[in-house]
């Protein structure tokens, strides 16, 4: 499997999670690594992306309480999730993006209840 996420769960509004997402040795040349989610019954939507050269870009809705990180050399990417609020309840995926192609994480589910 190219990318392997984990870190999903339960927790209750303000709570805080964190997601990681490594990707496998036969990725190479990264560009551009990215954290997408899906609410119920709504369209995949992007929330962090960063960049081969550490520059980073967040959703609207982020409103500061989510940061990405990445490591190259690692072929690694995470995403602190804090403040989270019940609306953040969706299937978290990683993206990573290189020269030639595109590869999906297969999904990390996160539940934000009280």
């Known amino acids: 499997v190219p990318l392997q996420a984990s870190g999903g769960g339960s927790v209750q509004p303000g709570g805080s999670l964190r997601l990681s997402c490594a990707a496998s040795?036969?990725?190479?040349?990264?560009?551009?690594m990215a954290w997408y989610r899906q609410r119920p019954a709504m369209q995949r939507e992007l929330v962090a992306t960063?960049?081969?050269?550490?520059?980073?870009n967040y959703a609207d809705f982020v409103e500061g309480r989510f940061t990405i990180s990445g490591d190259n050399a690692k072929k690694t990417v995470s995403l602190q999730m804090n403040s989270l609020k019940p609306e953040g309840t969706a299937v978290y995926y990683c993206?990573?993006?290189?020269?030639?192609?595109?590869?999906w994480g297969q999904g990390t589910e996160v539940t934000v209840s009280s």
């Open positions: 993206n990573v993006g290189t020269i030639g192609s595109i590869y």
């Open positions: 040795g036969s990725i190479f040349n990264l560009v551009r």
């Open positions: 960063i960049t081969s050269s550490g520059r980073t």
